[in-house]
């Protein structure tokens, strides 16, 4: 009988202790789910109802920082930490990241500023080129913006891309090429020159039923559409010089040519070159004073041209065969 007591006795304090265990598990784990909060997802939603619906599930918030973006308008949420589904306890804190709304600056007129320029102050202020386009214009010097796009003042975004167009300068003036043949070196440059045409490349071909030292060929020929500045190629009628060495030792004689500046009280700018071994060689570039002569060694060995510039004008054109 005593036996039987005991053994519904431990059976019943075993009962107690097992009820006991799952109602203190069972309250535990209601206890935790009461204070655990799985964090909603802010991102998109308005401040206020962002704020909102933290203080309704006892989490506080705190504004970490505001950035510019293209994507969401000013005072939205556009991050949170911690990230939405986590868990974290009651009365924890949220951090979120507002939009600023996106950026954007006010154009300016880059109107009748270099390319160069506008290129570094678009790239400074967070914006590209995207198009550049070119034309001749009277009004705008030449790599001179003529106009833009978008127009000034206009409220861009940041890396917006803008289109300009560019002056070339004047629209060049097309002229007749004049007929050279037949003239001397000096006339040939002088008429070069007066048209406002460039000396380009001279060689020589000799013919014996031609004049010595005049002009047997041209390019552009004789009637073709030109611009100003246009380079011009010549042919001497001339043998061709002999073969000595590019130097101006005097081993081989040389002329000597004399130019004596103007009278007067001002200096001018003097430029004398030679065009010899295929090249043209400054001599003298400097302002001389009045009256001053100027003195120029010309090597014989090799068919040469002087030129003479007084304050940028070609006042001389001078030729020396070689002997």
Known sequence: MFNKFIKYSALFILLIVGIGS????????????????????????????????LSGID???????????????????????????????????????VSKGAYTITLFNLKNIHIDQAQIIIKKNDMCIKN?????????????????????K????????????VSLGPRPIAIKMPDLSGLSIDDAVWLIDKYSLSLGKISSSYFKDRPYNVITEQKPAQGHRIFKKQQVDLIINRKTEKKYPASFDG????????????????????????K????????????????????????????????????????????????
């Not at 970490?64 to 924890?92: C, H, M, T, W």
């Not at 009278?263 to 001018?268: A, C, Q």
């Not at 060995?301 to 002087?306: D, E, S, Y």
Request: hydrophobic letters at 40%; aromatic letters at 14%.
């Open 59 to 97: 989490l506080n918030v705190k504004i970490k920082d505001k950035k510019f973006s293209n994507s969401y308008l000013k005072g939205i949420v556009i991050e949170q930490v911690p990230a939405p589904g986590s868990e974290i306890k009651k009365g924890r804190e949220i951090k979120i990241t």
């Open 276 to 323: 010899i071994y295929g090249t043209v060689i400054d001599i003298v570039d400097q302002m001389i004073k009045p009256d001053k002569d100027v003195w120029v060694f010309i090597p014989q060995n090799a068919n040469t041209i002087l030129y003479v510039y007084i304050d940028d004008e070609l006042v001389l054109t001078k030729t020396y065969d070689a002997f």
């Open 154 to 165: 206009t409220l861009l975004y940041k890396n917006t891309c803008i289109n300009f167009l």
């Open 22 to 53: 799952i109602a203190y598990i069972t309250f535990s784990y209601l206890i935790k789910n009461q204070s655990s909060i799985v964090v909603p997802d802010l991102i998109g939603k308005d401040t206020v109802y962002a704020l909102e619906i």
């Open 132 to 152: 550049i386009s070119y034309t001749y214009s009277n009004s705008f010097n030449k790599n001179f913006i003529i106009s833009q796009q978008p127009e000034p």
């Open 251 to 274: 081993t081989h004689g040389v002329w000597f040519y004399k130019y004596k500046n103007m009278p007067g009280f001002i200096k001018n700018h003097i430029k004398i070159k030679l």
